[in-house]
């Protein structure tokens, strides 16, 4: 399942940019009450790059316990993304994604085979649970952002 896990990852840039790549300002930037706008959960994929990339280092280093996640998402609430360009998001998050899909593809299947144990969910987790753990939360901000669009156009 490997290679199909990484084409769901490396695709999310493409399906979000066909979600939203129309969309004026006004729809992108507006907020459901207190919940993130459309393009707050686009940026939120984004500001989480590092953290992905970080595990694959965890493994790569064999750390028996992967990085933790800031579960409150200090960087997404703070960062005031809606004031940003939509296709500079866009831009930065295919280059992070490309990053890190040459990553995942570089491992050799030494790599593929270690487990580390992530820390919020507190169980082992091979590399390809790491990308299918990705791909899972890009499909609940993509799942999000149609509701939104859904909601508001």
């Known amino acids: 399942?490997?290679?199909?896990?990484?084409?769901?990852?490396?695709?999310?840039?493409?399906?979000?940019?066909?979600?939203?790549?129309s969309l004026p300002p006004e729809i992108l930037t507006r907020r459901d009450g207190d919940?993130?706008?459309?393009?707050?959960?686009?940026?939120?994929l984004l500001d989480l790059e590092p953290l992905a990339m970080g595990r694959l280092d965890d493994y790569a280093a064999k750390l028996a316990v992967l990085r933790a996640a800031d579960l409150d998402n200090r960087k997404t609430h703070m960062a005031d993304?809606?004031?940003?360009?939509?296709v500079d998001i866009l831009k930065l998050?295919?280059?992070a994604r490309t990053e890190f899909v040459r990553h995942l593809e570089s491992f050799d299947e030494d790599h593929l085979l270690r487990t580390a144990v992530q820390p919020r969910l507190l169980q082992q987790m091979r590399v390809v649970d790491l990308a299918f753990f990705v791909a899972e939360h890009d499909d609940h901000?993509?799942?999000?952002?149609?509701?939104?669009?859904?909601?508001?156009?």
Request: proline share 4%; charged share 25%; glycine share 4%.
């Open 1 to 21: 399942m490997f290679p199909v896990i990484v084409e769901r990852v490396r695709g999310t840039p493409a399906r979000i940019q066909d979600r939203v790549g």
């Open 141 to 153: 901000h993509l799942a999000r952002i149609s509701e939104l669009i859904h909601k508001f156009v």
């Open 93 to 95: 998050l295919r280059t």
């Open 35 to 44: 919940k993130w706008s459309i393009q707050e959960n686009v940026r939120h």
């Open 81 to 86: 993304h809606n004031s940003k360009s939509v």
